[in-house]
């Protein structure tokens, strides 16, 4: 059952205008990461993910990534679209934050802009921005999309979503 999208207001996009099957998207947009004082990620060549009912997920190419935090994961997933997934720790010299970030080193043919990016679930770090405004987790633990306020929904994730 899909729901109602949410009005438009000016200057958003609905993401219920995005596609299904997903799809990688380069933008100039400035993306950054912060944790305990410290800048995980930072750039202005992120490609971002669209995919219908879902806010964008945000892939940062590696060397805007402070790399000496990151620890390889033995978690891995599968997208029906991207391909294989490994995910990874951030290791902040005493605190670890398992599972926090995902990349695909061999993604499909339609992803590979996405090649060895990083992208990162927002809740568990303190500051998570695009453009300078703090985003909001998408909703449900699962999904790794960041809300803005340039995004009109609803989105998946929330209770009663599964079946979007």
Known sequence: MRPEPDPVAPGQESVWDYPRPAIAEPTRRHVRIEHRGIVIAETRRPVRTLET????????????VTQRVL???????FCEW?????????????????DVA???PNPTPA??????HL?????PFDRCTVDGEVVRPQPGGFY?????????????????????
Do not use: C, M, N, Q
Request: charged letters at 20%; aromatic letters at 16%.
């Open 119 to 123: 992208a990162f679930y927002a809740a």
């Open 53 to 64: 009912s879902h806010p964008p997920s945000w892939y940062i190419p590696p060397d805007d």
């Open 82 to 98: 991207k391909g294989e997934a490994i995910y990874w720790h951030v290791d902040l010299g005493g605190t670890v934050l398992r």
């Open 111 to 116: 992803f590979a802009a996405l090649r060895d």
């Open 102 to 104: 995902w990349s695909y």
């Open 144 to 164: 790794g999309g960041w809300i803005t306020a340039d995004l009109a929904g609803p989105f998946k994730g929330v209770p009663g979503s599964v079946g979007w």
């Open 71 to 77: 620890r390889r994961s033995d978690r891995r997933s």
